[in-house]
Antibody, heavy 122, light 107 residues
């Protein structure tokens, strides 16, 4: 069974940095495109960014903010999200998800982690 | 960026009801539209991809339709476990924006 487990969240002061991790199991991580999505308290879902599979270059596909850096370590089946210059508005639950081409080029996020909480406060 | 809107923002329904949620894109996204369900304290769950394809394991009472700029999610026979928030998401062009969500609660 495909599984994703996020970690690395916590309480951080404004201006700080944080590196979130997402460990994958039960599927071929190297072949997976991966995304990060966040959700501020009581708010909707916000797409953060995506990274291609190793076979497709392993590079970030796109992201909404240059403060967010997505990377992957395929030797450890792990996805990372580095967030720099944290702001109070970055307070959210951060989810990782597989972003799969379920039909040709129609991608959708079909496996999700349970999320890790980031709180930015002084 | 592709702006996504949903209507209504919330609705109340009873078990057995037929429920329809609408999602609109600011410009054409062809059929690149996904639907997710989220329950309190849980991660989202993919229901429908490519506008009308049912994700494996999702009950057939869920269906999706539409193309271009207007899409609908229909729950044909609302069940107790279906009450949740539903989000649409465009997968046409990055950033892959979500709609603001539609909360469906029990009448």
């Amino acid at each position: 069974e495909a599984r994703l487990v996020e970690s690395g969240g916590g309480l951080v002061k404004p201006g700080g940095s944080l590196r979130l991790s997402c460990v994958a199991s039960g599927f071929n991580f190297r072949n997976a495109w991966m995304s990060w999505v966040r959700q501020a308290p009581g708010k909707g879902l916000e797409w953060v960014g995506r990274i291609k599979s190793a076979a497709d270059g392993g590079t970030p596909d796109s992201s909404v903010n240059p403060r967010f850096i997505i990377s992957r370590d395929d030797s450890k089946d792990t996805l990372h999200l580095q967030i720099n210059g944290l702001k109070t508005e970055d307070t959210a639950v951060y989810y990782c998800a597989t972003d799969s081409p379920l039909i040709d080029y129609f991608y959708a996020m079909d496996v999700w982690g349970q999320g890790t909480t980031v709180t930015v406060s002084s | 960026d592709f702006q996504m809107t949903q209507s209504p923002s919330s609705l109340s329904a009873s078990v057995g009801d037929r429920v329809t949620v609408t999602c609109r894109a600011g410009q054409s996204i062809s059929g690149f539209l996904n639907w997710y369900q989220q329950k309190p304290g849980k991660a989202p769950r993919l229901l429908i991809y490519a506008a009308s394809s049912l994700q494996s394991g999702v009950p057939p009472r869920f269906s999706g339709s539409g193309s271009g700029t207007e899409f609908t999610l229909t729950i044909s026979n609302m069940q107790p476990e279906d009450f949740a928030v539903f989000f649409c998401q465009q997968s046409f062009s990055g950033p892959f924006t979500f709609g603001p969500g539609t909360r469906v609660d029990r009448k």
